[in-house]
């Protein structure tokens, strides 16, 4: 079974500010890691996925994510925020074989201020 | 818009009812998941199908049950409603049944149910 770890429920930043929304996974096999974004009343979107390849990951609106094998990490960033990234924001995995259920994080809310 | 669709959006019953809850998968997609999300337990994945059958069940309540149809639409039944199921219940697809090619789930925009 996989388990992650969101380790901070709020992120209060100014805008133009950089962040960084923390994420650890547990799992007892490989697995395949993603973050996934929630705007007020939406649904959940893909924001940027590690499947293989290079541990640096990037979204098409400036977010980043590097996945860590050895510390179980797949951190969340961006060098500076804009007022529109105010959502909630889910990291989520799932074995890289097999049936492909995600398990979710509990999720970090983003709060960027002028 | 992803492409699924949930009804109903909005949703007040009384505790002791049941409830149906409707979702049309993004066309071609042949794997459908519930999740509930509330405050307290945040998202938690219920019960997915694959073309009709039942692939992989977590943490779904006896009382609550699902089903997907031939024309791959699904719905999820919650029946003996307590206080307690009151959250926001997505519904998202896939393609297939592993994330290889895909490496994504679309989610619809929930159907909020409150049992009052």
């Known amino acids: 079974a996989q388990s992650v770890t969101q380790l901070d429920s709020q992120v209060p930043v100014f805008e133009e500010a950089p962040v960084e929304l923390r994420c650890n996974y547990s799992?007892?096999?490989?697995?395949?890691l993603f973050w996934y974004v929630q705007y007020p009343n939406q649904g959940l979107q893909l924001l940027l996925k590690?499947?293989?390849?290079?541990?640096l990951v990037e979204s098409i609106n400036g977010f980043e994510a590097e996945f860590n094998k050895s510390q179980t990490s797949f951190h969340l960033r961006k060098p500076s925020v804009h007022i529109s990234d105010t959502a909630e924001y889910f990291c989520?995995?799932?074995?890289?074989?097999?049936?492909?259920?995600?398990?979710f994080g509990k999720g970090t809310m983003l709060l960027v201020s002028p | 818009d992803s492409g699924v669709t949930q009804t109903p959006k909005h949703l007040i019953t009384a505790t002791g009812q049941r409830v149906t809850l409707r979702c049309s998968p993004r066309?071609?997609?042949?794997?459908v998941y519930w999740y509930q999300q509330s405050l307290d337990q945040g998202l938690q994945f219920l019960i997915q199908?694959?073309?009709?059958?039942?692939?992989a069940k977590g943490n779904i309540l006896e009382r609550f049950s699902a089903q997907q149809f031939p024309d791959l639409h699904s719905e999820l039944n919650l029946s003996s409603l307590e206080l307690g199921d009151s959250a926001l219940y997505f519904c998202?697809?896939?393609?297939?049944?592993?994330?290889?090619?895909?490496?994504?789930?679309?989610f619809g925009e929930g159907s909020r149910l409150t049992v009052l």
């Open positions: 199908y694959y073309n009709g059958e039942e692939r």
């Open positions: 799992s007892s096999v490989s697995v395949y």
């Open positions: 998202a697809s896939s393609v297939g049944l592993a994330f290889e090619n895909t490496g994504e789930l679309f």
């Open positions: 989520a995995v799932s074995p890289n074989s097999g049936y492909s259920t995600l398990t």
């Open positions: 590690y499947l293989s390849g290079s541990t």
């Open positions: 066309s071609g997609d042949l794997s």
